[in-house]
């Protein structure tokens, strides 16, 4: 095992650490650890829900939509053959 692989968990868990700080500092009043990505509070139209800016369905909303659907027509009783 090279030195630096020994080392990259501590170097990750740092730069969160370091990351959060900021973002604690920036945004005091913030969940920190949501924001300490981007460090952005942003909601804009690329950003934003859909159904807010749009007045779309979410893509979670139009998965379940269709699951739905399609488990509503699995339960439908279909004509028997006869003969
Ligand atoms: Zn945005």
Redesign the pocket.
Known sequence: MFRSERHKRAQRRRAEARKKQRARKLYPDQPYGKLRNHLTV???R???NPRRHFGERTLAELRFLQSMRQQISDLEVRPMRLA
Request: hydrophobic fraction near 15%; glycine fraction near 16%; proline fraction near 0%.
């Open positions: 942003c909601s804009c690329a950003c934003g």
